[in-house]
């Protein structure tokens, strides 16, 4: 071949090329701009599964993620719950390790022991925590007033509990109040802002408050003489004025206002089932004496109360131990399961079926997940009726599969998990 040849033949391939290249490009940018084109057709080098959010949860699987439980979950296969509350003794507060205690805060972890539920009980200022409740997802805040302005911003479950409204003064000052409209011409209120307290005088056509952020300030601003009344609380009045850095004989009730029954506010966008389940516990609770058990562990001061973490059954919390009906006897849970050892055998059985995933006793039921994509959960009371749960989204579940599938049902004991013998 001659070079002449040769240099036509380079220049023709090199002239194909570059028209392939133009319209390569072309092509490319009509994918882009044409309506209806997947992300996938759109971009030619994404990747399946790339829509991770900034904490890594891939939303086009159904993924959300959970700050309660700090990790990425499916919100119908495990609830995402995230717990709000206040420094309020004896209510809720911290202890001197920083872990949230209170006659509330026992209450609400043992209905997230009864539903099946664990999540971080977060502690903020009210103001915060009222706002982020409303907004969601499901989100749930105790101990909360239910007042006729909050009946439809939330779900309620409740009661858990009271406290009461009283009108505090300085010692040493002058003020009566012998009634609540007398304190409209009292001088300046101060109240926690957005609490039921400020509602409450705001429905009473109060305008001369002062709204802070905790109770500690009110007690303050009264003191030094800020403020001349403080809308608090005597059910938590001890602690705060101790928290403040003053002493209860330096103020005066001058008012019992009245009494407020506080509940668990969730969020509007919570599934009904988990409020209905939260609801039917704590109605169990109050039957079987665990109610009133925990409502008398604390003091006014948010002192336990020695022996009073034993139950209506005799079980001792603070050893660890909880009732087993199932056994009639109270029992530690990491020692000796509240399961029927004939249960767990029948389980075993489950194991060597086809196409099954994994196997274990949730309460009365043997929990059977299917190893087929979509195959779900199916559940077996000791009457071998199956109870067939596919993996839907939660509007289109049906009731008793939402209440097993959510929580609302017990905790799984693992039999057998052919998952990870693969």
Not at 6 to 34: H, P, R, Y
Request: charged share 20%.
């Amino acid at each position: 071949m001659g070079p002449d040849n040769f240099d036509k033949i380079w220049l023709l391939a090199s002239f194909g090329v570059l028209i392939l290249l133009v319209s390569g490009c072309v092509a490319e940018g009509e994918n882009q701009t044409a309506p209806g084109n997947s992300a996938l057709n759109a971009s030619p080098g994404a990747l399946v599964g790339a829509d991770r959010d900034a904490h890594g949860c891939i939303g086009s699987a159904g993924y959300l993620w959970c700050a309660g439980k700090q990790k990425c979950v499916r919100p119908w296969e495990e609830p995402c719950l995230r717990i709000l509350t206040e420094d309020f003794p004896p209510l809720s507060f911290k202890d001197q390790n920083g872990i949230a205690q209170g006659s509330s805060t026992d209450m609400v972890r043992e209905l997230m022991r009864r539903t099946n539920m664990s999540a971080q009980i977060e502690m903020m200022n009210w103001g915060e925590a009222y706002s982020l409740t409303q907004k969601g997802p499901t989100t749930l805040l105790y101990s909360t007033g239910r007042t006729p302005e909050r009946e439809h911003l939330f779900k309620w479950v409740g009661p858990i509990g009271s406290w009461s409204l009283t009108l505090y003064a300085r010692a040493d000052s002058n003020q009566t109040v012998p009634a609540l409209a007398a304190a409209k011409s009292a001088g300046k209120i101060c109240v926690v802002g957005n609490d039921a307290r400020h509602e409450f005088l705001l429905q009473n056509n109060f305008t001369n408050l002062v709204t802070v952020s905790e109770d500690t300030e009110c007690a303050k601003q009264v003191a030094w003489g800020e403020a001349d009344l403080w809308m608090g609380s005597g059910t938590s009045f001890s602690v705060v004025v101790a928290k403040a850095g003053l002493k209860a004989s330096d103020f005066k009730p001058v008012l019992a206002a009245g009494v407020n029954d506080i509940y668990i506010a969730f969020s509007p966008d919570t599934p009904d089932a988990v409020v209905s389940a939260w609801q039917s516990n704590l109605n169990e609770m109050k039957r079987d004496g665990s109610f009133n058990a925990i409502a008398g562990t604390y003091d006014t001061t948010g002192t336990q109360v020695v022996g009073s973490d034993k139950d209506i059954h005799g079980c001792i919390a603070s050893a660890g131990y909880s009732w087993c009906a199932e056994k009639s006897r109270c029992l530690r849970a990491w020692e000796e399961t509240c399961t029927a050892a004939d249960r767990i055998e029948k389980a075993k059985t489950y194991c060597n079926l086809n196409d099954v995933s994994s196997v274990s006793v949730c309460g009365t039921y043997i929990r059977v997940i299917g190893s087929m994509p979509g195959y779900g959960s199916s559940f077996y009371p000791d009457n071998g009726t199956e109870i067939r749960c596919p993996i839907v989204a939660p509007d289109v579940m049906n009731g008793r599969c939402m209440m097993l599938t959510m929580g609302s049902n017990c905790v799984d004991q693992p039999v057998c998990d052919k998952s990870r013998s693969k």
